[in-house]
């Protein structure tokens, strides 16, 4: 049975920075391409960042892309998500997922955590 499990969200401020993790069981971590979503209030959940392990990633846009870096640790079957600077408009539950690479669904998520930046 596929898990991810988040954690290192929280309340930081503006300017400051967080580290995400997920830690991913239940299947083989290195064929699955990992990704980070995230949901606002009132908002639908949309694609920050994904990583392949042939080291390819994928950021939402340019903005994103210049703040947050996406990583990926196989042999930990750990994604990472490093927020540099957020601002009060990247706050969001925050998601990990994964799906088989060649797949087009994001079929297995993780619960959630919760990150509030304050400015």
């Known amino acids: 049975q596929v898990h991810l499990v988040e954690s290192g969200g929280g309340l930081v401020q503006a300017g400051g920075s967080l580290r995400l993790a997920c830690v991913g069981s239940?299947?083989?971590?290195?064929?699955?391409?990992m990704g980070w979503f995230r949901q606002a209030p009132g908002q639908q959940r949309e694609l920050v960042a994904a990583?392949?392990?042939?080291?390819?990633?994928?950021y939402a846009d340019s903005p994103i892309k210049a703040r947050f870096v996406i990583s990926r640790d196989d042999d930990q079957r750990t994604v990472y998500l490093q927020m540099n600077g957020p601002k009060p408009e990247d706050t969001a539950i925050y998601y990990c997922?994964?799906?088989?690479?060649?797949?087009?669904?994001?079929?297995?998520w993780g619960q959630g955590t919760q990150v509030t930046v304050s400015s």
């Open positions: 239940g299947f083989t971590f290195s064929s699955y391409v």
């Open positions: 990583t392949w392990s042939s080291g390819k990633t994928l």
């Open positions: 997922a994964s799906r088989p690479q060649g797949a087009l669904n994001w079929g297995n």
